[in-house]
């Protein structure tokens, strides 16, 4: 059973910055992808971005990219979600999510498993 625990999230201004951790209890065939996915109250779950353990192959959502930055530290085996240029409509609770090798990297359904989720709200 593997653990995701995120943490990082916060209250901060547009066009601030903050950085999401997500530790991973252990790497397996399980945690081949990691992401990133946001929910708004009221929306779907949304995927955001994710990365490979193995490569460190990333992925990103057209809305987020080139403000957003998906890191791995194996050593520590965290993933991490720099976020810069915030965004009122970025604000959503942040999950991390796990799951093994194939399958769609943006369906929420296609993980394994996901961590309790941080708060993250950017006012205007």
């Known amino acids: 059973q593997v653990q995701l625990v995120e943490s990082g999230g916060g209250l901060l201004q547009a066009g601030g910055s903050l950085r999401l951790s997500c530790a991973a209890s252990e790497r397996t065939f399980s945690t081949y992808f990691m992401g990133w996915f946001r929910q708004a109250p009221g929306k779907e779950r949304e995927f955001v971005a994710a990365i490979t353990w193995s490569g460190g192959d990333t992925y990103y959502a057209g809305s987020v990219k080139g403000r957003f930055t998906i890191s791995r530290d194996n050593a520590k085996n965290t993933v991490y979600l720099q976020m810069n240029s915030l965004k009122p409509e970025d604000t959503a609770i942040y999950y991390c999510?796990?799951?093994?090798?194939?399958?769609?990297?943006?369906?929420?359904?296609?993980?394994?498993?996901w961590g309790q989720g941080t708060q993250v709200t950017v006012s205007s």
């Open positions: 999510a796990s799951k093994g090798l194939g399958g769609l990297i943006h369906v929420p359904a296609q993980y394994n498993y």
